[in-house]
């Protein structure tokens, strides 16, 4: 099939009916987009930090698992405090507890001034949107672009990223935005692939974080984080 340069030929069955979700769920979309938006806001120094620690325990486990490990890490003061040994125990449902129990106990270095945590003042400082999620993923061990993405969208910055995990691939190449799954992402693929995934988003008018919450919906059946 004979493609011009720039023009996609996008599945419109698939497209309809990423809109008519959209339509179905628009309300709990936008509350939880203000939600993230709230924590960079008004949330505390450790909501930040939360939000952080989660999307290193994201790759290659699921989102939940993650969260739940969260949760009980805070429980059990661990979070904000523990040693990398005392955090893996907590980690058991996540992949690669040892190697994410270590890098939760990196960030937290790295993001503590003056023996007090400040992710939001050291965040703050790195510029816009895309500065910052170049220094995240240069600076946090563990995150790569798709947990940088993540991480910037969980705090309110996610109009303009893309978080390109298997879900929104799938439904890329399905929709005619990309060809096909690409073997490895590049940086450079990475922003490819968001280019065209901004150029679909602005012509169906839905916002790149709620395109993620509404293929992610498609997908698993719920909007989560």
């Known amino acids: 099939e004979m493609r011009k340069e720039g023009i996609m030929k996008i599945n419109k069955e698939l ?7 959209h339509k179905s769920i628009e309300k709990d979309v936008d509350k939880r987009l203000k939600e993230f938006k709230k924590v960079w ?5 450790e909501e930040i930090f939360v939000e952080m620690a989660f999307c290193v325990l994201t790759p290659q486990s699921k989102a939940r698992n993650a969260w739940t490990a969260i949760s009980n890490l805070k429980e059990n003061n661990l979070l904000f405090e523990g040693e990398a040994e005392e955090i893996a125990e907590h980690l058991n449902i996540v992949r690669f507890t040892n190697n994410k129990a270590r890098y939760l106990v990196e960030l937290r270095k790295l993001m503590t001034e003056k023996k007090e945590l400040r992710p939001k003042k050291i965040l703050e400082s790195k510029g816009d949107v895309f500065q910052k999620r ?3 993923f240069e600076n946090i061990k563990g995150m790569g672009m798709k947990e940088a993405n993540h991480v910037l969208r969980n705090l309110g910055f996610g109009e303009e990223i893309a978080i390109l995990d298997r ?3 799938r439904n890329l190449i399905a ?3 990309i060809d ?4 490895t992402i590049t940086e450079k693929k990475y922003y490819e692939i968001e ?3 901004r150029e679909y988003s602005k012509s169906a008018k839905i916002s790149m974080d709620a395109l993620d919450l509404i293929l992610w919906y ?3 059946g719920e909007i989560f984080k």
């Open 195 to 197: 280019d065209k995934m």
């Open 167 to 169: 879900h929104v691939l």
């Open 175 to 177: 929709l005619g935005v």
């Open 134 to 136: 170049k220094w995240i």
């Open 41 to 45: 806001n008004d949330g505390t120094e």
């Open 15 to 21: 497209d309809k009916e990423i809109k008519k979700i």
């Open 218 to 220: 498609k997908e698993a």
């Open 180 to 183: 096909e799954m690409p073997k």
